[in-house]
């Protein structure tokens, strides 16, 4: 990868939104695609943006920092499409333990390091979850009345266990009734579960064809992470009923140096979040990188529908995912870290990028 996309994030904005995504385009040498944004599958309009996994708890209800949130202008996802926290089959405490409303019991989650200046995020959550059975049990999934996305993720130790978990999971959402169309987000990339998201792509094609075979006319999403040889997804994407991509999850800390200064960003080459494994980092850092990704995966002849997201803080970082070739984006950090901004992207979304203008 160029260096330049060390320096990507520091442009500042007396560029319009359209000149300040050709300028970067144009530094990546990335060839532009003029196409509307739009993630339809299998005849389901999931819209031009979703909110990423874990960004509005299990249900779209939040995190308690949002009642907060709530009295900044421009703090709404109206418009957006949410993708639920990713659940495991059975309870899973992670490092972040929650209560019976599947809330934070920590005011401050120790498990979650934030800069606010830098707009990074490093979160070591570890999937921490009541499980399916609650979930459902809970009933508000059932309730939703637009398109969502559920996700989910396979986190025993061994492989042939991993399959018998999503095949469980997906007989429990063929006895759910839902009253809106959904689409199963299979996470295959959280890096606070110890499991190499490299060697678990390996695994891709079959939990895709299991997953398809049980559920029929629910599509099906995998959730990669940017570590993945670009190349390897092209595999994927040609054995196996897959619908579209979400690029990408968290990057491991201290992974990707060459094109990550983790020393400047985090003034150690020690993660702050150690005692937890070291997290995953999300934000503006990594953005760049993504847009990169997608790039490459067009030039590979992956045609499915891609969702981009890892540090989109703008609607000039959605125009520049459009450009590459996204058909939809994908919001998380900046509702934490620049609330007042998320009504605005996803309007920018919903009508500039869904026309294709």
């Not at 993660?271 to 490459?296: C, E, M, T, W």
Request: charge should be positive; charged fraction near 20%.
């Amino acid at each position: 990868m160029s260096r330049i996309f060390k320096n990507l994030t520091q442009h500042a904005m007396p560029y319009s939104i359209y000149k300040l995504s050709q300028k970067w385009c144009d530094l990546c040498q990335i060839q532009i695609q003029e196409v509307a944004m739009s993630l339809k599958l299998r005849g389901i309009d999931f819209g031009s943006v979703v909110v990423a996994s874990g960004t509005l708890n299990f249900f779209g209800q939040g995190w308690p920092y949002h009642d907060f949130y709530k009295m900044v202008p421009g703090f709404s996802f109206n418009g957006a499409t949410l993708i639920t926290k990713t659940t495991t089959l059975t309870s899973r405490g992670g490092n972040m333990p929650l209560d019976e409303h599947f809330q934070p019991k920590e005011f401050r989650p120790k498990c979650i390091y934030v800069d606010f200046l830098k707009g990074l995020a490093l979160n070591a959550v570890g999937l921490s979850g009541p499980g399916a059975i609650a979930l459902f049990n809970e009933g508000s999934w059932s309730h939703i009345t637009k398109p969502f996305i559920i996700s989910f993720m396979s986190v025993n130790s061994d492989k042939g266990d991993r399959l018998d978990e999503l095949v469980s999971f997906c007989e429990l959402l063929k006895v759910n009734n839902f009253r809106s169309k959904f689409a199963l987000e299979i996470n295959i990339s959280c890096p606070n579960t110890q499991h190499n998201p490299v060697d678990l792509i390996d695994e891709a094609i079959e939990l895709v064809n299991t997953a398809n075979n049980l559920l029929g006319s629910v599509p099906i999403i995998i959730k990669i992470s940017i570590l993945i040889d670009s190349r390897t997804i092209k595999k994927v994407v040609d054995n196996s009923p897959c619908d579209a991509i979400d690029v990408s999850n968290t990057v491991p800390f201290g992974q990707l140096p060459e094109v990550i200064d983790w020393q400047k960003l985090f003034g150690t080459i020690e993660s702050p979040l150690k005692q937890f494994g070291g997290g995953g980092l999300s934000g503006k850092p990594i953005f760049p990188l993504v847009a990169d990704y997608i790039n490459r995966l067009r030039n590979s002849d992956v045609n499915l529908p891609l969702i981009g997201g890892g540090g989109v803080f703008s609607k000039a970082d959605c125009e520049v995912l459009r450009r590459v070739g996204a058909d939809a984006v994908s919001i998380g950090t900046v509702a934490m870290l620049r609330p007042w901004r998320v009504q605005g992207i996803i309007n920018y979304a919903n009508t500039i990028l869904r026309r294709g203008l």
